[in-house]
């Protein structure tokens, strides 16, 4: 249902699939703050969307709605034309959904090797007992997820740091070892929360141009926030802007750029 | 020079994940192995079996069960020395009820009842963390010592509240009880524990390990990428307390040969988590050298001072045997949280570099 050609839109000559997601008329309230005001968007295959808007708008937390960190209030996430029946995050995650966060969240006491093996976990399934006996099972998908994921650490050119502790890296290539371990898990949506924030010129290419790649060669939806217009310009096939918590912009980067509800709230607002 | 790991190239990721890519590493196993199965048991004194070789083992044993829960899923507990407790009982009821059994197999067994009983305590870790854990775990401890004192079933009501080993045979020899010699002991400790490290081992360099780290390390980033945290910590509550029982069915069975309940008081539950901090939190090797020290220093310390001609009555070797554990504790808890086996890691990291500095 979902490859029907019908489904298929076109974006500034890239066509891009058929909904992946939906939000429909979230509201989320943390106490007497609403985070979330009644937003509906959806995020189709394989497009890159981005989602903009000041600092507290509400940005992050819809992430965390779509992961299944926080449940709304009212409102409703379809997945693949149906409703999403309430899920733990981890259940999320094992839909295909993996993600990076706005404040670095990697295992600092393991190895960059072993963060992005955590990627595959849900891809392992080799009993105690194999475990245990290092034998059959888990010894076999110990090998095949290792490959898998040796791909992930040379396509993100991390291979010299593989062995070092995540804890002793500097904050650009922690960044980068994060997008590899939600790469390792193969994810059908990819969530990045500011992948480029506290980077500089040359990092945020770097970043900019992995994201593309993963979307190009993997064909990876990927939904991200990030602040800095002129790459999310560059990247995104579609844009949702956020204000104080409400959707006041969505559509294509230029559309959006010219819209003077979007202009208003950036000029009105500071961003960071 | 020792440690020259030039011209060894691995050349698959199954040669990166063998046990000892390094070869100095297997080198040096193999000759701890020799020593533990052959020489120890030829040389070693009655007085080295009873106060050095058999407690080291079962003490690194049961700092390594701790340390699969504390080191490496990240859960605090104070209650070791009820799970041994918990083992031990388990044993000696399975020993009394079923004379038939295989008194190995009984002791691998008991294991299996402490880990029930671990995984029940374990629930709160569901809810709460750290400093509020411990005291829940600490409950755990009163009430398991507890239970042992009242439930007079667990000692068969015998008069004393105490269990007491009986002889055991296996292959027409005794291997427990006081007609069993202290070789026996010894080999069927070192069996036991050579087998559990092996299985600890594995256990911890692979996915389950993985999960329990994820777990310790950042538990909500673990469950937005889809680690089951109820199942990543009952897991370790469970394996942990299995490997603490066994620890004290060993305790009980092949060393101590008989417990009151205040055996598996708070003191043994301290003793047990200092070996794992001092030894090293997250780190398997670490247990034995804690059991070492913290076994070995006491001995030293009466025995040291006469060999050189000083004399020192036996409580001021007690205070002085307080005072450098709890100064080492202060010391790892400041310096090196990660312990002797970080020690170890760091003088190896230099042989491997050795002659060239970086
Ligand atoms: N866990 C929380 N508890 C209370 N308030 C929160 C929580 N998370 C976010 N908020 C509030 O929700 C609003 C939106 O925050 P956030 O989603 O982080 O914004 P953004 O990512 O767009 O900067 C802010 O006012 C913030 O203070
Ligand atoms: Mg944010």
Redesign the interface.
Known sequence: MLDQPENFVTIDGRTIGGQLMEMKNITLKFGGVTAIKDISFDIREGEIRAIIGPNGAGKSSMLNVI?G?YIPQEGEVWYKGTPRPAM???EV??LGV??T?QNI??????TVL?NV???R??H?S?G?AA????WGR?RA???EN??KV?RVIDFLEIQAIRKTPVGRLPYGLKKRVELA??LA?EPSLLLLDEPMAGMNVEEKEDMSRFILDVNDEFGTTIALIEHDMGVVMDLSDRVVVMDYGRKIGDGAPDEVRNDQTVIDAYLGVSHD | MLYRTAGQFKTS??A??ALFPVRQDAVLLAIILTFAWVIFPLTASEFAFQTLLIPIMIYALAAMGLNILTGYAGQLSLGTAAFMGVGAYACYKMITLMPWLNPVVAILLSGVFSAGIGVVFGIPSLRIKGFYLAIATLAAQFFLVWLFEKWSWLYNDNASGAIQVPNLEMFGTYIAGPQAASVTEYYVVLFVVSLLTL?CI??TR???G??W??T???D??????????MKSKL?AFA?SSYIVGVAGALYVFMWKGAAEPNVFDIPLSFQVLFIAIIGGL?SILGNFLGAILIVGLPVILNLLPAAIGVQIDSAMVEHLNVMIIGSLIIFFLIVEPHGLAALWRLIREKLIIWPFPH
């Open positions: 992961s960190f733990k995050p981890f995650a094992r993996a993600r966060f969240a990697l295992f600092e006491g393991m072993d093996m955590t990627g976990l849900n392992m080799a105690i475990q245990a006996l290092w888990a998908e110990e090998i290792r490959e040796e371990r939600a898990a | 990721y199954k990166d994940q299985l594995n256990l692979g996915t389950l993985r999960t780290k994820a310790r390390d950042m909500i980033a673990a469950e937005l990428i889809g680690i089951n945290l897991t394996i997250g």
